[in-house]
């Protein structure tokens, strides 16, 4: 006879182990599975400081059968989304399961209820915690590893989210380059660039490594500004940029950066982070004591880049300057060995990513999706 399926309230420090170590037992033969920066993830959750939980509340759930834990859930409110888009809407993220429909919906209809208690209504995600960090569930693209701070997942998933009721408010994707790619670009691309250069006097430069921390916060400033339109946005707040910036100073290479001046002011800013993943794999997501060494060790080793964000001020949007940030990298890219790159996420109803994209040869190989529950999807709303 199956043991009684249960759902706790993750409280104790033992609790909070199992509940991370709950995706080590699920994927252990899973070969695309890349295990979290085990201290990152802590953070995230809100069992160690993190400024997102300044202004957010997250309870973190546990199924059990019998003392077997079988799945996770992490239900999050998010006051600054909420008060951005006049919202009382819930969240979900971290989410793990068993294939098993009786566990997971056991764990939505927990999840759903704590937010009921925190007076939300609707439920969204998977977003860990927010759109600002890792999001989506893999819908397509398992054939690989995902590339670093993207998230993958079984395929059954879907099965398990959809069979609960949920439903799509919106698609990412990400989009696959290789370098023999860039002798085919269309020559459209190339005039846009020119002209777009010419016409704003454009200056373009790598990151100063003399200046790092005002340069990292600097491209996080252009990251809040750029996408104030983009549906589901919220600026990341004062201690979540210098929380970020201390963490991607140690991660970035100047190489694989670009920012845009007009008139000395930077206008737009360009980033790709080496594909750490293999690494991350090899020293088992633990950064203590040597981890955070290996990690960083003979970079250059590494062939594969993510380009995570193009980010142009608003003003400048339609001109091009995106383009011409990124053809700053071409070169830099080909110094140093890069073989492939990513270009990840892009939000569905971003078109104009997603076309230049397109037009310049990139392939669409991995898509990823966040849903709502509770009401109709809110995909083309913007919000």
Do not use: C
Not at 179 to 198: I, S, W
Not at 259 to 281: H, M, Q, S, T
Request: proline residues 5%; charged residues 25%.
């Amino acid at each position: 006879m199956p043991e009684t399926l249960r759902v706790e309230n993750v409280e104790t420090k033992r609790q909070q182990r199992q509940f991370m170590q709950l995706a080590w037992r699920l994927y252990e033969k899973d070969p695309h599975w890349i295990p979290p920066l085990r201290q990152y993830q802590k953070e995230l959750l809100g069992y160690a400081r993190h400024p997102f939980h300044d202004i957010a509340q997250v309870q973190t759930f546990l199924a059990y059968r019998g003392d077997r834990p079988v799945g996770r859930i992490a239900a999050i409110v998010n006051h600054a989304h909420n008060e951005r888009y006049q919202e009382k809407r819930g969240f979900f993220g971290f989410f793990e399961s068993e294939d098993d429909p009786e566990v997971a919906h056991a764990l939505f209809d927990t999840a759903r209820r704590w937010l009921t208690e925190q007076g939300m209504s609707g439920m969204r995600g998977p977003v860990n915690p927010s759109l600002n960090y890792e999001i989506g569930l893999l819908i397509q693209g398992f054939d690989s590893p995902p590339t670093f701070m993207m998230t993958y997942n079984p395929p059954y998933y879907e099965t398990l989210i959809e069979s609960y009721g949920f439903r799509k408010a919106q698609d990412l994707y990400a989009f696959w380059g290789h370098v023999d790619m860039l002798e085919q670009l269309d020559k459209k691309l190339e005039f846009v660039v020119n002209e777009a250069t010419r016409r704003f006097g454009v200056t373009l430069r790598r990151m100063d490594r003399r200046r790092f921390d005002q340069e990292v916060r600097t491209f996080l400033n252009i990251y809040n500004e750029s996408l104030g339109g983009t549906w589901g946005f919220v600026p990341l707040s004062e201690g979540e940029v210098e929380h970020m910036s201390h963490t991607l100073k140690h991660l970035i290479v100047p190489e694989m950066t670009t920012v845009a001046e007009i008139e000395g002011k930077p206008v737009a800013a360009v980033f790709g982070l080496l594909d750490y993943n293999p690494r991350i794999k090899a020293i088992d997501g633990r950064l203590f004591p040597f981890g955070f060494l290996r990690l960083l060790w003979n970079r250059r080793a590494i062939r594969r880049v993510r380009l995570i964000s193009t980010n142009v001020l608003p003003q400048y949007q339609t001109w091009g300057l995106g383009l011409v940030a990124m053809a700053r990298l071409v070169p830099e890219v080909l110094a140093w060995g890069i073989q492939e790159a990513e270009f990840s996420w892009v939000l569905e109803s971003n078109k104009l990513s997603y076309q230049s994209l397109k037009r310049g040869g990139a392939r669409l190989t991995k898509t990823y999706r966040i849903y709502d529950y509770g009401e109709e999807s809110s995909a083309s709303s913007g919000r």
